[in-house]
């Protein structure tokens, strides 16, 4: 299997809602096919989908709540995390950690999706970030 | 905010274990810090790491279980479909749907990684994929 994450799929209860949301954030949707949302992001894709079917088509039982995965998006600055959060508070994100320096030596805040999908703002002063904003590790 | 997903991370129960896992799908991290470890993915990153403690870190109460996210990974045929489920069924992996035709136009199937996090394995004749893997979204 290839190294590559294609496509993350944030299952959501109203689309409309999440679309409007990311949109406020400044995203743009590639649109594609009723009923789901597709937003580039690099050499991948996030999309927004009904997490009821979502959960039926990943074979998963939902019990609903957090489980387990965290996204993050990384920036040039403490000051571009503070940026972000705000925007995120702006278009009706809560915000569940507020941007503080981190224990790894780094800056960070959380916000919420409208359906709990948390996304840390990070700027992390060991990671690299290119011009069009891909991460790249170095051994 | 720039649109553009920088890192998931999952939330492992054992991260020896985890590792172990996506090294036998042919995954192999950059060694970064004690307690983590990151796939490069393309221009993102890939991160296992405690779910105990990412919960803490993402400011969300964790009742176990799935929680509306889903991964996928992407292939350029259908038997590069059946390979990959059989290299994760190899690795010790829950297949919890096996490759078929999808209501999409596509032929995926699905396998779940140590902790539950389900992976599509997917052939989707309407994505281009690039030769490093990117996926580009053609309006």
Known sequence: MEQRLSLVTLGVSD?????????????????????????QSGGMVVGLWSREELAADSGVEDNGG????TLAHNVRSPADVDAVIEEARAAGATIVREPAPTFWGGYSGVFADPDGHPWEIAHNPGWALGDDGSVILRA
């Not at 409309?16 to 995203?27: N, Q, T």
């Not at 957090?66 to 995965?69: A, D, E, R, T, V």
């Open 66 to 69: 957090w489980g387990g995965i």
């Open 15 to 39: 689309l409309d809602r999440s679309r409007r949301f990311y949109e406020a954030l400044g995203w743009r949707d590639t649109p594609r096919a009723e009923g789901v949302v597709f937003f």
